[in-house]
């Protein structure tokens, strides 16, 4: 989630429509300027004991940012606290129970998203080794309560966290317990956004399936490949799911502006503090009718503040956030966008993708969505076989669409070869999470204490 410090105080009043599309529009880039953006979570944990560590107790997590100082990131402070870090590799931030997330540089290729990912995983791993830390990466906490878990020092948390038992049953589950991946991708137009958050809506579920891996609660199987992404399904209806609008005749823009003043807000933030205004309009704030603020009018900032909480499968601020996939090892985090920008990023690929979609009608792309949380690529796919019969052509639109980018490192390989790990997982015909309860119940023996020493990064 974004990190906010500064007022905008000077930025522009929302004085007409045209200005809540403006940050939309003006994420349009050419071809030459598209860029790829990679975020990963992964969960911190004491090595003494698989405790998640709080953000004050000594060699918490407020030492693991301020260790991460040496290696050139800039501290970002809340309230007197040190809650992020900035750099030339992106941000490290937060998740409200101290999951730790990369929000890589918008890069230009692969190879530069693997090396900064590299980067970032060996920093946090000498620091770790330091302060005793470990990494996990999961869709989910395997064995934590939620009463196990600290809450970071973050103003939007708080008020989030007060908010979401109000919406859903789940939405702490989605804030303390889940970590996931996502890629940020660009667009040339209005047109070409569109057909790209088609495509990418419509196989968010086939992401969902290939990086499910969260198939334990508090020590024990839950049922689930995914329950990372059964969680989605009732943390808050209002802002999240699959966007039937995306698929309707003119969809653009303003569509999705009309979306957005439908999901109520969060909070304003105003002098460095967060003011709550959960469930309230940002329609009335346009009226100057906001009651957290009552006769003022949203700035330019506060409706790109907005912008991201909204939590739907896929997301448009000025670029379009693929949402779908759990957490995971190493080598899956480069995968990730591999995937997407397989898909997204080449006109042929993008036109196949879109071929393989386009006749799924709305009501067949909800019941994947609803299949896959406990099926993963074992779900019934659109037309008839399975998600992961459905997998091996994706793949290789995917792999077609990198090979046109022709995008090589030193060594003169290609992007292609980021999506060796999906491979892997399509040709098994079962999700991540089948490969850990197998283990659970066989050399594991039901002790899941094992995981940490085997899925550390």
């Known amino acids: 989630m974004s ?12 004085e007409n429509r045209d200005q809540l599309a403006a940050p939309m529009a003006k994420g349009e880039k050419p071809r030459e300027q598209w860029r790829i953006g990679t975020e990963h979570e992964k969960f911190v944990y004491r090595v003494s004991d698989h405790r998640a560590p709080g953000y004050d107790e000594p060699g918490g997590i407020h030492d693991l940012l301020m260790a991460l100082t040496r290696f050139g990131w800039e501290p970002v402070v809340e309230g007197g606290k040190v809650i992020a870090l900035s750099g030339s590799d992106g941000t490290v931030s937060l998740e409200p129970a101290g999951q730790l997330e990369l929000s890589g540089a918008p890069l230009e290729n692969l190879h530069q998203t693997c090396a900064e990912t590299g980067r970032h995983l060996k920093q946090v791993k000498e620091v770790g080794a330091e302060l005793g830390l470990g990494f996990l990466g999961l869709g989910m906490w395997p064995d934590k309560a939620r009463a196990d878990l600290p809450i970071m020092p973050k103003g939007r948390y708080k008020i ?19 970590c996931t991946i996502q890629t940020n991708l660009d667009y040339a137009s209005e047109a070409d956004m569109a057909q790209k958050f088609r495509v990418s809506l419509a196989l968010q579920p086939l992401a969902t399936a290939l990086f499910a891996s969260s198939p334990f609660t508090e020590g024990r199987p839950n049922g689930f490949m995914s329950y990372r992404s059964h969680i989605w399904t009732d943390t808050d209806p209002a802002r999240t799911g699959m966007l039937p609008f995306v698929f309707e005749e003119g969809f653009g823009y303003d569509r999705y502006v009309d979306y957005m003043l439908d999901v109520p807000m969060y909070f304003v933030f105003r002098d460095g503090k967060y003011i709550d205004a959960a469930g309230q309009s940002f329609r009335d704030f346009l009226k100057g009718e906001l009651p957290a603020l009552p006769g003022e009018l949203p700035r330019q900032s506060d409706w790109t503040d907005h912008l991201s909480t909204a939590f739907p499968e896929v997301r448009l601020k000025s670029f379009l956030e693929m949402r779908g996939a759990d957490g995971g090892p190493w080598n899956r985090i480069c995968a990730l966008p591999a995937l997407w920008v397989g ?43 399975t998600l992961g019969d459905l997998a091996h052509r994706v793949l290789d639109i995917a792999a077609a669409g990198l090979a046109a980018r022709g995008e090589v490192n030193s060594m003169g390989d290609n992007e292609v070869g980021f999506l060796e790990p999906l491979r892997r997982i399509a040709k098994t015909g079962n999700s991540p999470a089948h490969d850990l309860l197998d283990r659970f119940d066989g050399e594991w023996a039901g002790d899941l204490s094992r995981i940490y020493d085997e899925l550390n990064f």
């Open 343 to 385: 898909l997204l990023y080449d006109q042929g690929a993008l036109d196949a993708a879109w071929d393989l979609v386009k006749g799924w009608s709305i009501e067949e792309q909800q019941a994947l969505r609803d299949a896959v949380p406990r099926e993963g690529l074992c779900a019934p796919a659109p037309g008839g076989g």
């Open 160 to 178: 989030m966290l007060a908010h979401m038992p109000r919406v859903g049953s789940l939405g702490l589950d989605m804030m303390l317990r889940t």
């Open 3 to 14: 990190t906010r410090t500064v007022s905008d105080s000077n930025d522009p009043i929302i």
